[in-house]
């Protein structure tokens, strides 16, 4: 009965849940096929693209071991659909989206570890692709003759637990967007229950090896002061830098990307 969404991305997201609803009713788990019918009746009617969320944590019992693995993978695809993924490749987005809900489904029933393995696997083929379509394409030189202007892309904000503040090339200085961030970040700590929280400084490739380890280590501390700053407590602050080592989008060695100077923030 539902009539045809509003956007194309919710568009391809009512038929990615109508998928996995009708998935789950052959398979006589009803409760999930009616929250999958749910979302996608949701989908239909929404007016945004943002209207609809990748499932949060709050909403499944998940396994203990298994809910870092998920936020960092949850954190990425908030990224990739926040810079451009929903409004410009609504069917990657979309199918990414939808697989990691099933994932998430799938890992808090958590008896099934084949079924776990194949959301998982699906769910990272669909983040890959969208991600690769996203990445900013090389300029011809025919183009960089004339001077343009830099095309401004929304920065991720919070995601469940998981906030990502980035920084400006062989900087370590605290934008105004990413001091909102952290204070949302500070002010999370403070109302919820954690052991602490990992604060992880990286960079992209860019620049020598060496030096990289020096600059995550400077933004890692920059990113430490501030949350200092907003009275979290310096026991709950679990830091890390890593360089270029652990690049949130891949490039080529040597490539600058803003993606990649990032800290990141995870509650545990």
């Not at 998928?19 to 949701?42: C, H, P, Q, T, V």
């Not at 239909?44 to 709050?58: I, L, M, Q, R, Y």
């Not at 920084?167 to 602490?196: H, M, P, W, Y």
Request: charged share 30%; proline share 5%; hydrophobic share 40%.
């Amino acid at each position: 009965m539902m009539t045809g969404a509003k956007t194309p991305f919710n568009f391809n997201l009512r038929s990615g849940y109508i998928g996995l609803s009708k998935m789950e009713f052959k398979e006589g788990d009803y409760e999930d096929s009616d929250r999958f019918a749910s979302r996608a009746i949701s989908a239909s009617g929404a007016k945004k693209d943002t209207k609809v969320k990748p499932e949060g944590f709050k909403a499944r019992k998940l396994p203990a071991d298994k809910i870092d693995d998920l936020r960092r993978a949850r954190g990425k695809l908030m990224i990739a659909l926040a810079q451009g993924g929903r409004e410009n490749f609504p069917n990657y987005a979309a199918d990414a989206q939808v697989k990691f809900d099933c994932w998430m489904q799938e890992q808090e029933e958590n008896f099934q570890p084949k079924d776990i393995a194949a959301c998982r696997a699906a769910f990272m083929k669909a983040l890959a692709k969208l991600q690769k379509a996203i990445a900013p394409k090389p300029m011809a030189m025919k183009a960089m003759k004339k001077p343009m202007m830099a095309a401004k892309r929304k920065e991720p904000v919070d995601v469940d637990g998981i906030y990502i503040v980035f920084f400006d090339f062989n900087s370590s200085k605290l934008s105004t967007s990413a001091q909102r961030v952290l204070r949302k970040a500070g002010a999370e700590f403070a109302l919820i229950k954690s052991s602490g929280m990992s604060v992880t400084g990286h960079t992209d490739m860019s620049g020598d090896s060496k030096y990289n380890d020096a600059l995550s280590r400077r933004r890692l501390d920059a990113v430490s002061s501030f949350l200092l700053k907003m009275n979290v407590p310096r026991w709950a602050l679990h830091p890390s830098a890593h360089g270029e080592a652990k690049p949130l989008v891949p490039t080529k060695d040597g490539t600058r990307e803003k993606r990649n100077r990032r800290v990141e923030i995870i509650f545990e």
